[in-house]
Structure formats: structure tokens, C-alpha cells
């Protein structure tokens, strides 16, 4: 599947963004999707993921209440939410998908077979 993210940006700390993850090439509900970021000199962080059907959510808990993570399957994309930016969530953003037998939910990065090129979002202070 190839993943193609869209949506980051230079944003003052107190704002939003919303990003997305647009999927081609397999069928997209099959797969468990996930949201990642790399902060310069920082290993790759998990953010949030959302299970197959979209009906289960989790989230690291540097983001819980201001990050959402959703799906639309009929569009195959997946999203990221993003409200009261902090100077801390600057960081290049990575979705993830996981091929997946059930409708589990995945946080590991090495569970995550194909990853998009990444955006940036930058939060001002």
C-alpha cells in the first residue's frame, strides 16, 4: 500500500492542523493505521492509532485531549487531528499502516509494514 501524507505546517503554539494520510493500492480496511513523529535527534515516536473498523482509538499520553485520530474508509484516509499545539509536537509526522487479521490495535513502529514520506509541523512559541 502506499501512503501519501498531507497537512503540516508552520502553526503558532495554541493552533491546529489537521492531517492526512491518503492510502492506495490494497484495501485500505484491512489495515490498522497509525500516527508517528521524529523530532530532530529523536527516535520515531508513536502518537495515536486507530483500528481497522475506526472503532477503537489510542493515544500516547503527551497528546491525549488534543490529538484525534479517525478513518474514512470509503476515502481511504486516514487523519490526525491536531488542537493546542505545544512548541513540543514539532516534529516530522509519519502514518503507518498494518496489515491486520483482526480488529486489534498496533503501537509499535515494527508492527507497521508501509510508512508515507512524512510531513512537518512546526509549533511556534
Known amino acids: 500500500v502506499q501512503l501519501q501524507a498531507s497537512g503540516g505546517g508552520l502553526v503558532q503554539a495554541g493552533g491546529s492542523l489537521k492531517l492526512s494520510c491518503a492510502a492506495s493500492g490494497r484495501t485500505f480496511s484491512n489495515y490498522g493505521m497509525g500516527w508517528f513523529r521524529q523530532a530532530p535527534g529523536e527516535g520515531r515516536e508513536f502518537v495515536a492509532a486507530?483500528?481497522?473498523?475506526?472503532?477503537?482509538?489510542k493515544y500516547t499520553e503527551f497528546v491525549k485531549g488534543r490529538f484525534t485520530i479517525s478513518r474514512d474508509n470509503a476515502k481511504n484516509t486516514v487523519y490526525l487531528q491536531m488542537n493546542s499545539l505545544k512548541p513540543e509536537d514539532t516534529a516530522v509526522y509519519y502514518c503507518?499502516?498494518?496489515?491486520?487479521?483482526?480488529?486489534?490495535?498496533?503501537?509499535?513502529?515494527?508492527?507497521?509494514?508501509?510508512w508515507g514520506q512524512g510531513t512537518q509541523v512546526t509549533v511556534s512559541s
Open positions: 503507518a499502516a498494518a496489515l491486520m487479521t483482526s480488529d486489534r490495535i498496533v503501537v509499535l513502529p515494527i508492527s507497521y509494514e508501509y
Open positions: 486507530i483500528n481497522r473498523s475506526g472503532g477503537s482509538t
